[in-house]
């Protein structure tokens, strides 16, 4: 159990799906500096840890998503705030909507939370490979669900909180989003409604490509809504 630092940065500035990684590269531009929590790469490589900076696309407006330690290094993009960014061929001055700061619980709990999961990308290779040769809808859920938990612990893992109880997962409901590309490889991406036993923050990323806006959730109702 811990309660973690969340920062949430909401901008006016509407945001194509397709241009979150541009608007990522613009910020990172901007700042030219080497912190690695703005980009995750290191100078022998990527950063193997999960990202504590990540760059969303909330409501078709770009927004910011901070934790722990990312809540204190983003104050050096606020340094450079009135900068003109450049995304894609557009030139834009971005503008402050809103910030939100709070600490939310992550912790394990004898009964479960719903969340909804938009554009996650649960496959590598491997683990693809395994889910076309299933020929159960069965058994290709319990591997999502078993993907799930993953991705949750390397959240766990990546903001210092050490789970002691064990995870359960269920998806509720599954949708295909088809194929992205993403750093030059097809991944095909889900929509999902999943119930799990542990306390989550609201628009944090699990799977792959998280920092790009990738498997952004949000906690339902008992009835399924936001």
Same mark, same amino acid.
């Given at each position: 159990m811990k309660r973690i630092k969340v920062l949430l940065i909401r901008f006016r500035n509407e945001l194509h799906r397709n241009d979150i990684p541009l608007f990522r590269g613009a910020i990172i531009h901007m700042l030219q500096n080497n912190n690695i929590l703005f980009h995750n790469h290191a100078e022998n490589g990527l950063r193997y840890a999960y990202p504590l900076i990540q760059y969303k696309r909330l409501n078709n407006k770009a927004a910011i998503v901070c934790m722990e330690e990312g809540t204190e290094t983003i104050g050096e993009f606020f340094s450079c705030f009135s900068k003109v960014l450049r995304i894609g061929d557009s030139e834009i001055q971005l503008e402050l909507d809103n910030i939100k700061a709070e600490q939310v619980l992550v912790q394990v709990w004898r009964s479960d939370f719903?969340?909804? +999961?938009?554009?996650? /990308?649960?496959?590598?290779?491997?683990?693809?490979?395994?889910?076309? *040769?299933?020929? @159960?809808?069965?058994?290709?859920?319990?591997?999502?669900?078993?993907?799930?938990?993953?991705?949750v612990l390397s959240f766990a893992k990546g903001i210092g909180v050490q789970l002691q109880q064990q995870l359960s997962c269920s998806i509720v409901s599954m949708e295909s989003k088809g194929l992205i590309t993403?750093?030059?490889?097809?991944?095909?991406?889900?929509? +999902?409604?999943?119930? /799990?036993?542990?306390?989550?923050?609201?628009?944090?990323?699990?799977? *792959?490509?998280? @920092?790009?806006?990738?498997?952004?959730?949000?906690?339902?109702?008992?009835?399924?809504?936001?």
């Open positions: 719903i969340y909804s +999961i938009r554009r996650w /990308i649960p496959f590598n290779s491997e683990n693809h490979e395994r889910y076309s *040769k299933m020929t @159960s809808l069965r058994e290709q859920l319990e591997l999502m669900e078993k993907i799930l938990i993953g991705n993403f750093k030059h490889v097809r991944f095909e991406t889900f929509d +999902i409604l999943f119930k /799990i036993n542990i306390s989550l923050p609201d628009y944090i990323g699990l799977g *792959k490509g998280v @920092s790009h806006g990738f498997g952004t959730i949000v906690r339902m109702n008992t009835n399924g809504q936001t």
